[in-house]
């Protein structure tokens, strides 16, 4: 007999969004989390980054250990890392901290914090141990622009009396802007494809729903390509290419 196919319209679309129980709260959740961790891991990746193009002892090692997590891709890693959830349970208010029982987002937002950024900060506290072992890549593709950025700026700056700090806003920042965009695709990407939203089309597809099933598929490529659109448009206005200056 096979399967027999009926147009249904919208119907499907419809379903998905109105009438299952956890399609939509499960894409607006990943939705913000991916808004919150990307701002999170470039920073972050950058940032390990310029600390591992400086030159000291153990510099081959210190690299592999952020990298390690990418090339061994084991649900070990991510049981020892949810391990270290001391900050975390501080943030809570789970454990006793340095200062006594307490819950620390309450308490930066009493000494005068505005909530927004207390609430980022709890978010970021509970998922950092998560970034470090999405950041691996991240790191060694900041890495490689950091070492592609010729040295005689930097030497021309010190010699005009620029101090490290200014270099590095002056310099560093606008000569890897270009490696910004790609890290945050390939963020954006690499978070969609790990979001439980995969996980729910695949099971809708299971259930033999097919038509929900590609129903969700297609509202969540809409929404992954709206949020890549939106991210690669407000990057490019401030991205700086330094062939193209010179």
């Known amino acids: 007999?096979?399967?027999?196919?009926?147009?249904?319209?919208?119907?499907?679309?419809?379903?998905?969004?109105?009438?299952?129980?956890?399609?939509?709260?499960?894409?607006?959740?990943?939705m913000g989390e991916a808004?919150?961790?990307?701002?999170?891991?470039?920073?972050?990746?950058?940032?390990?980054?310029?600390?591992?193009?400086?030159?000291?002892?153990?510099?081959?090692?210190?690299r592999a250990v952020f990298f390690l997590p990418v090339i061994l891709a084991s649900e070990a890693v991510n049981v020892a890392l949810s391990?270290?959830?001391?900050?975390?349970?501080?943030?809570?208010?789970?454990?006793?901290?340095?200062?006594?029982?307490?819950?620390l987002n309450v308490l930066l937002i009493e000494a005068g914090f505005?909530?927004?950024i207390v609430t980022f900060l709890a978010q970021t506290v509970n998922t950092i141990f998560g970034i470090i072992s999405l950041a691996g890549v991240q790191i060694l593709i900041f890495?490689?622009?950091?070492?592609?950025?010729?040295?005689?700026?930097?030497?021309?700056?010190?010699?005009?009396?620029a101090t490290p700090y200014e270099s590095f806003w002056k310099i560093t920042i606008p000569m890897v802007s270009p490696h910004i965009i790609t890290v945050g695709v390939f963020t954006i990407v690499d978070s969609f494809l790990r979001s439980p939203v995969t996980r729910l089309i695949i099971q809708t597809k299971d259930n033999q729903q097919y038509g929900v099933s590609s129903a969700m598929s297609w509202i969540y490529f809409v929404a992954v390509m709206t949020f890549l659109g939106i991210f690669v448009y407000l990057s490019n206005k401030g991205a700086f290419y330094y062939d193209d200056e010179h």
Do not use: C
């Open 143 to 161: 890495l490689a622009g950091l070492q592609s950025i010729p040295s005689h700026l930097y030497e021309a700056a010190k010699v005009e009396g």
């Open 114 to 116: 505005p909530e927004a």
């Open 83 to 103: 391990q270290a959830v001391d900050l975390q349970a501080l943030m809570e208010g789970e454990r006793m901290g340095v200062f006594g029982n307490f819950e």
């Open 35 to 62: 808004a919150i961790n990307l701002p999170v891991i470039i920073i972050f990746s950058l940032l390990i980054a310029a600390i591992l193009n400086t030159r000291f002892k153990g510099n081959v090692f210190a």
């Open 1 to 30: 007999m096979g399967i027999l196919f009926e147009f249904v319209g919208f119907e499907n679309f419809r379903y998905a969004w109105n009438v299952h129980s956890e399609y939509r709260r499960v894409l607006v959740n990943s």
